[in-house]
């Protein structure tokens, strides 16, 4: 069946070191990745995507990379700030109009100052 | 801030009891999805609606129901509360066909004791 899972629930990091999140997918159908950021008492927040048919996309300090050959998909967090501390969730999706995410369940990024 | 609105923010219920959980969507936005986030775990997708239809639809039983009006705010409604009901629930609104980047409100965290 499907299934969006993440390999580490929890990554402590230092600030200004760079952060990567890792998460692993099943669905070999799906044609966008989204990574969500979750602070505590709020909803998730979009931060990034990725179609199915590219490979690497850049944003402000971060990068989604995905792997189809193992169906993998990565966030990279450059010169991570406290401010980033918060639950990142990976999810998928098909396209075609209809936007209905398979999330993951979260790993927690804790950064020390 | 997303501009979704959800209300109340905290709910106390009693098993068996009906609860209805209210959602304003972003100006402009006409796809509202709903979703059920368990402690630790990611978010759950119940339903989705599209023009008051509804638009899709996870693996949540006949009582969980839904409603969408003509300003595209939205409704969830639960009947026969069961403890394992409690959850935040979630409401994120979108535009149907455009890009995977949804606005998550704050939440509604529901208690059922």
């Known amino acids: 069946g499907e299934s969006v899972g993440l390999h580490l629930p929890t990554l402590s990091v230092q600030e200004g070191d760079n952060s990567i999140i890792n998460c692993a997918y099943s669905n070999s159908a799906s044609d966008y990745f989204i990574w969500y950021k979750q602070e505590s008492g709020k909803g998730p927040q979009f931060i990034i995507d990725?179609?199915?048919?590219?490979d690497k996309r850049q944003g402000q300090r971060v990068t989604v990379l995905l792997n189809k050959t193992v169906k993998h998909l990565s966030l990279q967090i450059a010169a991570t700030q406290p401010g980033d501390s918060a639950v990142y969730f990976c999810a998928e999706t098909k396209g075609g109009g209809s936007y209905i995410p398979t999330f993951g369940r979260g790993t927690s990024l804790i950064v020390h100052p | 801030e997303t501009g979704v609105t959800q209300s109340p923010t905290h709910l106390i219920k009693t098993r068996g009891q009906q609860v209805t959980l209210r959602c304003s969507s972003q100006?402009?936005?006409?796809?509202v999805s709903w979703y059920q986030q368990a402690l630790g775990q990611g978010p759950q997708f119940i339903f989705q609606y599209y023009r008051e239809e509804e638009n899709g639809r996870g693996n949540f039983p006949p009582r969980f129901s839904g409603l969408q009006f003509p300003n595209y705010s939205s409704e969830l409604n639960v009947n026969a509360l069961e403890l394992d009901d409690s959850a935040l629930y979630l409401c994120?609104?979108?535009?149907?066909?455009?890009?995977?980047?949804?606005?998550f409100g704050q939440g509604t965290r529901l208690t059922v004791v």
């Open positions: 990725i179609r199915s048919n590219m």
């Open positions: 100006s402009g936005h006409n796809t």
């Open positions: 994120a609104s979108s535009l149907k066909g455009a890009a995977t980047e949804a606005f």
